[in-house]
């Protein structure tokens, strides 16, 4: 699989070589023996948000996200690579879900950082189940954070965008693994009395998008950085909803509110920084709704300063 065949292509500096490189050019496919590097991952579905009522065309993400991504620039050694997008085939969710897990799995047992590329917040739970095969027997303190203006903790029939984290929580009670939800940018107008009961049976440590102004964030880095003290595993995932419109007007449910990127970034830098970071994935984002490319190059952009974060907090 070529570079250029997988969806990466863009500008080429002169004169070439590591000071002018980007993504595009420094992206291969992984092999077996291939040195640890960060591993972005696609998850083409949009049917996670079709059953829990959303607009879709999320399943449109990962490849926007390919074509953003391509042009920023390489800023360490770091090796890079594609391992492909899974699809939702017939609506068939659940086994998309499983086979985007093995993937995940292989990618962690090989030492990589994955990137999730969605598709919508459904790659959520394929994402934990992929990190709970990989850790297999082992018992480490497990944190997903979560950046939402949603909890996701939702109780319904099927599997949907709006289920992930209960069926994460509950699949780990039922294996024994210690798991911890945090999620940072809850909106009061998005979510009903329900799942804040839940999210409160749950223990689930919460901070709603009216808590995550600027001034606050001293103390939430703190706090933040206090609770990364005590677990072993994160799984760090976004949710582009989180953001305001302006700033991520391409999601199934645009925010009202939203929390600022000067706020969300140094959130991210702390978890980064700790070198707990285990996998990391984007949701939501829905090309058909997107003005200008806005909420890809803003995702694009987040990963770009995780994966550079996260590959200086390992020495790479």
């Keep these: 699989m070529s570079a250029a065949a ?11 070589g590591p000071a002018t490189r980007r993504w595009h050019q420094w992206v291969r496919e992984p092999v077996a023996g291939s040195a640890p590097g960060v591993a972005v991952l696609g998850f083409a579905s949009d049917e996670g948000v079709r059953r829990n009522g959303g607009r879709v065309g999320a399943a449109e993400g990962p490849a926007a996200l390919r074509a953003m ?26 086994g998309a879900q499983q086979r985007y897990a093995e993937k995940l799995a292989a990618l962690l047992d090989a030492g990589h950082l994955p990137v999730g590329l969605g598709g919508g917040h459904e790659i959520a739970f394929a994402t934990y189940q992929g990190l709970a095969q990989h850790l297999g027997e082992r018992r480490p303190r497990v944190a997903i954070v979560n950046i939402d203006a949603h909890f996701d903790l939702r109780r319904q029939d099927r599997g949907s965008s709006g289920t992930p984290f209960l069926q994460a929580i509950e699949h780990a009670v039922a294996r024994g693994l210690p798991l911890e939800y945090w999620v940072y940018g809850i909106s009061l107008s998005a979510n009903t009395r329900m799942l804040f009961d839940t999210a409160d049976a749950l223990g689930v440590h919460y901070v709603r998008d009216d808590e995550l102004g600027v001034l606050d964030l001293p103390a939430r880095i703190a706090q933040l950085q206090a609770k990364l003290a005590n677990v072993d595993v994160v799984y760090q995932t976004i949710c582009l909803d989180a953001l305001p419109h302006a700033v991520a007007p391409g999601v199934s449910a645009p925010s009202a509110r939203g929390v600022p990127l000067e706020v969300v970034e140094p959130l991210l830098d702390a978890v980064a920084a700790t070198g707990k970071l285990k996998v990391l994935d984007v949701a939501e984002l829905s ?21 550079h974060a996260a590959g200086r907090a390992a020495g790479t």
Aim: net charge negative.
């Design 6 to 16: 997988s969806g990466w292509s863009g500008r080429v500096d002169l004169p070439e």
């Design 69 to 94: 991504l391509s042009n920023l620039p390489v800023l360490d050694e770091t090796p890079l690579y594609d391992a492909g997008t899974v699809n939702v085939v017939d609506g068939d969710l659940e």
């Design 287 to 307: 090309p058909p709704h997107d003005r200008d490319k806005v909420t890809a190059r803003v995702a694009a952009r987040l990963i770009h300063r995780v994966a």
